[in-house]
């Protein structure tokens, strides 16, 4: 493991370059209800493109292209290809489109992308972790390749030299994305059923921190024991948990029903958090997220439905909502207080949960230095 002690990982409600979306296809688990997985990437394209660039990976980024236009995400043909990658570039109004080509087994970018870090002169380094599709559960080898091949594409930029940014390939660690919670100040919340799951590294606790320490020069590691949700294929990612947030707050889903399966562990996890402290010793302001009724696939087995699934991007709030109007409205609310600069936009994700997953997963933010290689618009 290398060290980095000038970077940090910035929070997820820092300015941000883009997002980047794996898109759905006829040879991921969509196959059965693709129109339906894919109408709700571009209801969160749609929205992402608002307020910055959009990276779309995908094996055939023609037909993305044509969905996009048939939405009118893209609606006119301001284009041009970076260099002989195939990659496309798009503009879509203010923003731009990278359409980049490239095998994918499936679509939850949020663990199979970069994680970035940044230095205090915005400079980013892009680390490659090892993914395995959450402890060798699906397949991952093509989706394991996606950043090497961006990085060999020579797609992505640092903003302040247009040059390659700075990559370390740690894939001989397996670190997901969901399974990390940074406050942009040192702080990383985890949790233990996924970071010391035999699955992954084998690691102890000790040995699991050390490696969060160096490779993202966090200063402490707040861990969670307790936390679970029915249906949860990642071995408890603390995004469908418990969320840092701006001003030491920290949001969580609550449950009031103590006959449901999911609440002996939800409420241990409350208590945990109001055990913990900021770096200045002082309790979290803890905010809870209302539980999701139980949504079930066509074989009756529970989903992990979680308004905690949600992603911060610039100047809003995107939330995954699942067709229940009380609790829709709960979630947007108490997000709107935490979140009182940006707009809350509710997506509803009830297709996306069909797959145990949600809408932070399927998306991975990228810091503000990180820039599509010679991008149509500049910031």
């Excluded at 799951?197 to 024991?225: G, H, I």
């Excluded at 994700?349 to 069909?354: G, M, Q």
Aim: proline letters at 6%.
């Amino acid at each position: 493991m290398t060290a980095y002690p000038t970077y940090r990982l910035p929070a997820e409600w820092e300015p941000q370059g883009f997002v980047q979306l794996t898109w759905p296809h006829e040879q991921t688990d969509w196959a059965p209800y693709l129109q339906e997985a894919q109408a709700c990437f571009l209801a969160i394209a749609a929205e992402i493109i608002k307020r910055e660039d959009l990276l779309i990976v995908a094996p055939d980024t023609t037909e993305v292209k044509e969905q996009l236009l048939r939405a009118g995400i893209l609606n006119h043909q301001a284009e041009h290809f970076l260099g002989e990658t195939g990659a496309l570039l798009c503009e879509a109004g203010a923003h731009s489109i990278l359409l980049y080509e490239c095998p994918t087994n499936d679509t939850w970018s949020r663990d199979h992308a970069f994680i970035t870090l940044v230095n205090e002169a915005g400079e980013p380094l892009l680390l490659d972790f090892g993914f395995n599709g959450w402890g060798q559960k699906f397949a991952s080898n093509k989706d394991n390749l996606i950043n090497e091949c961006l990085f060999l594409d020579n797609i992505l930029a640092n903003h302040a030299t247009g040059e390659l940014p700075q990559y370390s390939d740690e894939r001989r660690v397996i670190l997901e994305g969901g399974s990390i919670e940074s406050d942009g100040k040192g702080t990383v919340l985890t949790t233990t059923s996924c970071l010391l799951a035999p699955n992954r590294n084998w690691f102890s606790k000790e040995e699991a921190e050390t490696m969060l320490r160096q490779t993202l020069n966090c200063q402490r590691v707040l861990w969670l024991e307790h936390g679970y949700l029915c249906g949860d294929d990642t071995d408890g990612h603390v995004d469908t948990l418990a969320r840092l947030c701006p001003n030491d707050t920290i949001v969580y889903v609550k449950h009031t029903d103590d006959t449901d399966i999911d609440y002996d562990e939800l409420k241990a996890m409350e208590d945990e958090l109001r055990t913990f402290l900021t770096p200045e010793g002082k309790p979290y302001k803890l905010v809870p997220l209302p539980m999701a009724s139980p949504l079930f696939d066509d074989e009756g087995s529970r989903l992990p439905a979680t308004y905690a699934n949600f992603l911060v991007i610039n100047g809003a709030v995107l939330v995954p909502i699942y067709n229940q109007p009380d609790n829709d409205k709960l979630a947007l609310k108490t997000l709107s207080e935490v979140f009182p600069d940006r707009q809350i936009i509710g997506i509803d994700c009830r297709t996306l949960v069909r797959q145990h997953g949600s809408l932070h997963c399927v998306t991975m933010n990228y810091p503000k230095g990180v820039i599509f290689k010679d991008k149509i618009q500049k910031y």
